[in-house]
């Protein structure tokens, strides 16, 4: 690791330590390995951030969901949180494209067709509370704008370039419409925010004085609203302006006797983003992370996983994840599996990425993705599923307890039938177009034919070896 994202992984533990303890108060841990990460939830909003990733934040109304948002979007975004409070989008049943998206500047209607963009798009972090409000008609207008960070309307196209997106969900309610799957797809992981126990109670008040003495600035945000209010003003020179102000408070959250935040500034955090990619994979942890999406995509006899096929009646299916499920994993959840394994191998000090950092990040990237089957909930339904010798409030969600019983199959499945031959697996993956004539033997030796193999890893190998002839 060279010395400055050393540097750079310092300073996020100093704001996660800082915002965990004083600003959201964050009791959540995951045990990785045999390492406890405190502040779980922090850390990987953080990443999130970093990665310019899509966030969904889901729990019951009123425990700090939205919060959570504005909060690292002024930490790391170097703006107000009363100025998130005053852009953030909102949704409920009636939200109009207008509302969302922009509206039409109609003092200009005689002489052009000039759009009012709505205020968040301007900020880096953009925040849309309760997006389960939101009819799916109404989720389809943000698919293109949430995945690209292009926004448009009538003729119009607003984009800076790709900023994070993070969307809060409340519980499911008689108020609130599902997340339609292309919408749900779109974001790379989502957390919880709940209860975090008796102690943290006390703490919370304190939060919230904290965050209006540190990380609000009326006089700023009303200065930038000014700014961005002023439809005389052109989209280029509206950002010129907020850079200055930007400059100014990341000046004040970084004084020692304000917030005392670590500011991350722009090419430091295209030096992590760098530094995050360039964590390798074990030879295990990437047949691994192949083994997951391999299963999860694998429909027996029809093939492809679809979610619009009935679930295949074979026994040798019915051992693997996919019979668990009724849609597939897309190339989007993988790429963020990947991504946020390595963030968080990085920010533990690994030198590569080891399966348990996959274990750890996968439910987060599943809940809110997988479709699971009705037999296999029901199957864990009455299960305790708070983990031994934790208090109750880190268990996990139950759709992120099937998750981790769902990598836990494919898991099996990879001590099964693949783990023995690791290091040829690897070079089928990566290199195959550099195997010798003996490897290539000795693959279809001990793989055989593609019908006659146990995992579809393994079929897909042996099929493309063959291709490749």
Avoid at 183 to 207: C, T, V
Avoid at 244 to 270: T, Y
Avoid at 310 to 337: I, V
Avoid at 358 to 382: C, G, K, N, W
Wanted: hydrophobic content about 35%.
């Amino acid at each position: 690791m060279d010395s400055k994202t050393g540097t750079i992984l310092d300073k996020i533990r100093h704001n996660t330590g800082t915002i965990g303890e004083h600003i959201l108060v964050d009791y959540s841990q995951k045990k990785i390995g045999t390492t406890v990460l405190p502040y779980f939830n922090v850390s990987m909003l953080t990443f999130a951030y970093a990665l310019n990733s899509n966030v969904l934040l889901i729990g019951e109304p009123g425990f700090g969901k939205t919060t959570a948002a504005k909060v690292m979007g002024a930490a790391y975004g170097g703006y107000p949180f009363d100025l998130f409070e005053s852009a953030q989008m909102q949704g409920h049943p009636e939200q109009t494209v207008e509302s969302l998206v922009g509206r039409l500047d109609f003092s200009r209607l005689a002489k052009e067709e000039k759009v009012i963009w709505q205020l968040g798009l301007y900020l880096p972090l953009i925040i849309l509370d309760e997006i389960n409000r939101l009819p799916g008609g109404k989720q389809d207008v943000l698919l293109n704008g949430v995945d690209t960070g292009r926004f448009s309307y009538l003729n119009d196209t607003f984009f800076q370039e790709k900023m994070p997106f993070f969307a809060t969900a409340n519980n499911p309610d008689d108020g609130n419409h599902i997340i339609i799957p292309p919408m749900a797809d779109r974001f790379a992981m989502s957390m919880e925010m709940g209860d975090q126990g008796p102690y943290a109670l006390a703490k919370i008040g304190n939060a919230r004085r904290n965050i209006r003495e540190y990380l609000c600035d009326r006089e700023l945000t009303g200065k930038i609203l000014s700014i961005l209010n002023d439809n005389a003003t052109e989209v280029p020179e509206k950002v010129k302006e907020l850079s200055a102000i930007r400059k100014k408070f990341r000046e004040k959250l970084s004084n020692p006797k304000g917030a005392e935040l670590q500011m991350l500034v722009e090419d430091e955090m295209a030096h992590l983003r760098g530094a995050i990619a360039e964590v390798p994979f074990s030879a295990e942890a990437h047949v691994f992370l192949q083994c997951i999406y391999t299963e999860l995509n694998y429909g027996g006899k029809r093939g492809r996983k679809r979610s619009c096929d009935s679930q295949t009646e074979d026994t040798h299916t019915k051992s693997l994840a996919c019979s668990c499920t009724k849609n597939a994993f897309s190339p989007r959840g993988y790429d963020a599996l990947e991504k946020f394994s390595q963030a968080i191998a990085l920010y533990m000090g690994s030198p590569s990425v080891e399966k348990e950092h996959i274990r750890a990040i996968a439910p987060y990237v599943l809940q809110h993705r997988m479709i699971f089957t009705e037999d296999f909930a029901s199957q864990h339904e009455d299960k305790d599923i708070v983990p031994a010798g934790e208090a109750y409030y880190n268990a996990p969600t139950f759709a992120g307890y099937l998750s981790d019983q769902l990598v836990g199959i494919v898991d099996t499945n990879y001590m099964k039938s693949v783990h023995d031959e690791i290091a040829l697996v690897k070079d089928m993956l990566l290199h195959p177009e550099r195997l010798t004539d003996k490897q290539r033997k000795e693959a279809e030796a001990k793989f055989g034919k593609p019908d006659k193999q146990d995992h579809p890893l393994l079929k897909a190998l042996i099929y493309e070896l063959k291709r490749r002839k």
